[in-house]
């Protein structure tokens, strides 16, 4: 499922990652623990695509991370721990861009968002910032 070989990344002539190798499987849970500037971060980062390995070779379920970015970024999810990520988007910007990123049609999005924006008592306003998710062009 998820194989890290090799791993290092640097921050200039400080190594976040020193040749970090690491194999888990379909069903296996694990957890990096450690300091501050221990490189926990940096590695998620870098199995999800955010960051360029310096060294070595990330694979997602069988796919190389370095070769196919955004196939792996399909199988996958991150949860930044700061959520600026994507300040710049709207809230429909951002449901977009997964959306994009998923293969989403335009007419399974816009059935998705109004069902759980239904759900979540969201009005069209709330959930789209500017846009009216009754009108489909903007989705």
Known sequence: MLRIEHL???YGDKKAVD???LHIQKGEIYGFIGHNGA???TTIKSC???LNLDEGEIYVDGVSVKEKPLECKR???Y???NPDLYEFMTGIKYLNFIADIFGISQSDRQAR???YAFIVDFSP???CACYCVSDSSQL
Do not use: Q, Y
């Open 113 to 115: 968002i109004s069902k």
């Open 39 to 41: 490189g926990k971060t």
């Open 79 to 81: 949860i930044p721990d």
């Open 19 to 21: 040749d970090l190798s």
């Open 75 to 77: 199988k996958i999810a």
């Open 8 to 10: 290092t990344k640097k």
């Open 48 to 50: 999800c695509g955010i």
């Open 125 to 127: 306003c709330r959930v």
